[in-house]
């Protein structure tokens, strides 16, 4: 689910750069996505191992958003593109980790 959330982010983040995503759009969706994420790790699966170093990566995905969010705001676009390579190499983390739990 984490990498679904992310890819979305990413995706979002694509259009704003491209200009067909407006800067309202782009801000709300990267505070729905940081919600969501954070509720994936608010109740972590204790059967999962890696649940911890789960968390801490998420939380570095919310952050980065945070940032892209700010960008956004300042229209600051070397930042956003920033944040989307960030965010984009962490949903292929959580692809990969997901394959390998299951």
């Not at 972590?44 to 995905?61: G, I, K, L, N």
């Not at 229209?75 to 299951?102: C, E, G, P």
Request: cysteine-free; glycine content about 4%.
């Amino acid at each position: 689910m984490a990498a679904s959330w992310t890819s979305t982010a990413v995706l979002m983040l694509d259009g704003w750069l491209g200009g067909a995503v407006p800067s309202h759009y782009a801000r709300r969706t990267a505070q729905t996505v940081s919600k969501k994420l954070s509720e994936l790790t608010a109740d972590p699966q204790d059967d999962e191992p890696d649940a911890v170093v789960r968390h801490q990566e998420v939380q570095q995905v919310t952050e980065t958003l945070g940032r892209a969010e700010r960008g956004i705001e300042a229209s600051d676009v070397v930042a956003v593109t920033n944040s989307r390579n960030a965010l984009a190499a962490a949903a292929s983390k959580f692809r990969k980790q997901s394959r390998h739990s299951q």
